[in-house]
């Protein structure tokens, strides 16, 4: 019986340990959730954006081709709101990064770089607006 105080006392312990265990374990797992949510996320954006390309494909030259649009030609309040929703998912890109890992940033730092590169509407809107965007988005655009 003069035992059993050490036996609790190691048993508490074991208890503590697997209970810590548990814990980071869960944190883990909730970590990945949110990455994965966030992840899953930005493809739904791109999702989007992508959707209203293809349902007005004559915008497309606007932010493939570098050609650039003018506020008196017809098509530039649908090419305006489209490249609205072309940096807001830029700039949700950019301010889950650490959501994709460090080599992943590699290449999306590219992707935003060419997607801003080809769009004289888009760089414009950024440059006029880069009080309303991530600064680490106008960094990446040189934009500021």
Same mark, same amino acid.
């Given at each position: 019986m003069d035992d059993l105080p050490d036996?609790?006392?190691i048993a508490s312990d074991l208890v503590t340990i697997f209970g810590l265990l548990f814990v980071i374990y869960q944190v883990r797992q909730l970590e990945r959730s949110v990455r994965s949510g966030a992840v899953s996320s930005i493809y739904a954006e791109a999702a989007e954006v992508r959707?209203?390309?293809?349902?007005?494909? #004559?915008? !497309?030259?606007?932010?493939? /081709?570098d050609i650039d649009i003018?506020?008196?030609h017809p098509d530039y309040p649908k090419a305006r709101v489209a490249a609205e929703m072309h940096?807001?998912?830029? #700039?949700? !890109?950019?301010?889950?990064? /650490?959501?994709?890992?460090k080599d992943?940033?590699?290449?999306?730092s590219a992707?935003?770089?060419?997607?801003?590169?080809?769009?004289p509407l888009i760089r414009r809107l950024l440059r006029e607006n880069? /009080?309303?965007?991530?600064?680490?988005?106008?960094e990446l655009a040189d934009c500021e």
């Open positions: 036996i609790l006392s959707k209203t390309l293809i349902d007005n494909p #004559e915008l !497309l030259p606007y932010f493939f /081709d003018t506020p008196d940096l807001n998912y830029l #700039e949700h !890109l950019v301010v889950e990064k /650490d959501n994709f890992g992943n940033w590699k290449s999306w992707f935003i770089s060419r997607a801003i590169g080809c769009s880069a /009080d309303s965007y991530a600064k680490a988005l106008c």
